[in-house]
């Protein structure tokens, strides 16, 4: 397949559908455009139907290995034209995961970019928040990425980082925030209920209240139920992140600072 010289962005969604949203509007909100011409190439697929639940993976609860069909969005997106490939969901860079996908798309599709989110906003911790000011990082997930540690592998304590996690009872609840039929924000997006964020709040406060000093939010949809403002500390959005290093990969000159 011939290659043209326009770079374009591709972001694998559907993982959850409204997180791939947020991450899309996170390119556009941190690219410099006065008019609709001069926005980057972005192409956003959402197939949310063939990619299995990732915690439900991580936990056994299903036996397909989501891999095979963030892979065939992957697929969809390159012969579509984008040169990199995003994932908008933080529990799918597990390892058990990521590596399967990473390894797909290297052998099958060249010239194809993957671009890690977890390991992008590692980069970003390191260099821009100064951990010699900052040690201490609150770390919000789903039980998936919770357990299987996935933060572990790019933030770690020989390096001056330290995460700190709720335990596995605070854990389960802020799980429940996320994916509960009845309130959670899968189910519930806009607008985020009452409840989800009412426990998403209260233990980023206790996150705050051990010694965090920054926090992750680190599952997609939790910037959707969060007000940065409302706290006094600094936050780590994954997607912001690494949605604004693709910018800068694409197009340096229309990062906004």
Avoid at 32 to 45: G, S
Avoid at 46 to 71: H, K, W
Avoid at 121 to 135: E, L, S
Avoid at 192 to 217: C, F, M, P, Y
Wanted: net charge negative; charged share 25%; with cysteine.
């Amino acid at each position: 397949m011939q290659r043209n010289n326009m770079q374009t962005i591709g972001i694998i969604g559907g993982v959850g559908p409204n997180a791939g949203l947020d991450f899309v509007r996170n390119i556009f909100a941190n690219t410099i455009a006065r008019k609709d011409q001069e926005h980057l190439n972005c192409i956003l697929i959402s197939c949310s139907s063939i990619i299995p639940d990732r915690t439900e993976y991580l936990l056994s609860i299903v036996e397909e290995n989501p891999a095979y069909g963030m892979f065939e969005c992957a697929q969809r997106l390159y012969a579509a034209g984008a040169n990199y490939v995003a994932v908008a969901c933080n529990t799918a860079h597990s390892n058990k995961i990521f590596s399967l996908f990473r390894t797909m798309v290297e052998k099958s599709l060249p010239d194809f970019e993957i671009i890690n989110m977890i390991e992008t906003c590692a980069t970003y911790a390191k260099k821009d928040i100064k951990p010699g000011n900052v040690k201490r990082i609150g770390l919000l997930a789903t039980l998936g990425t919770h357990t299987t540690k996935v933060y572990h592998e790019y933030f770690k304590e020989e390096e001056g980082l330290l995460l700190i996690e709720p335990d596995l009872e605070k854990q389960k609840e802020v799980h429940a925030a996320i994916y509960d039929l009845d309130y959670g924000i899968k189910s519930y997006s806009n607008p985020i209920t009452d409840k989800a964020r009412e426990v998403i709040n209260k233990e980023i406060h206790s996150l705050i209240e051990r010694g965090a000093e920054a926090v992750i939010l680190g599952c997609s949809e939790l910037p959707l139920a969060v007000n940065p403002q409302d706290f006094d500390v600094p936050f780590l959005d994954p997607g912001l992140i690494c949605a604004r290093r693709l910018v800068e990969i694409v197009a340096p000159e229309k990062l906004t600072i």
